[in-house]
């Protein structure tokens, strides 16, 4: 499965409105450490296909999503279950960190 790139206007039917649980990046092209996080948010989209949604946001494209999840760091990794915010991590984790937190959840 591949990463979606999620807008304003598809947010709410992606994430909001999924029958799965969603992990959304937010990030920036600038950003080195969403640089370092995105290989690895590639993989999780690979290896959780079908149980975990997983889509991108450019804050500088959708800063009206970034304010609306006060996301003041980036990379900003919002855990969405059924339409709601469940987990939040800020900054750079390991896979196996990612994998452990993302089975919490799902």
Not at 1 to 7: A, P
Not at 28 to 41: D, H, L, R, S, V
Not at 67 to 87: A, C, H, R
Request: proline share 4%; net charge negative.
């Amino acid at each position: 499965m591949t990463v979606l790139h999620l807008g304003s206007k598809d947010f709410e039917a992606e994430v909001l409105k999924s029958d799965i649980p969603v992990l959304v990046d937010f990030w920036a092209e600038w950003c080195g450490p969403c640089k370092m996080i995105g290989p690895i948010i590639d993989e999780i989209a690979s290896d959780f296909e079908g149980r975990l949604k997983v889509g991108k946001v450019n804050v500088d494209e959708a800063q009206d999503l970034a304010g609306n999840y006060s996301v003041m760091s980036i990379p900003t990794l919002l855990f969405f279950k059924q339409g709601k915010v469940v987990e939040q991590v800020v900054g750079v984790m390991s896979k196996e960190q990612l994998v452990e937190k993302i089975e919490s959840i799902i």
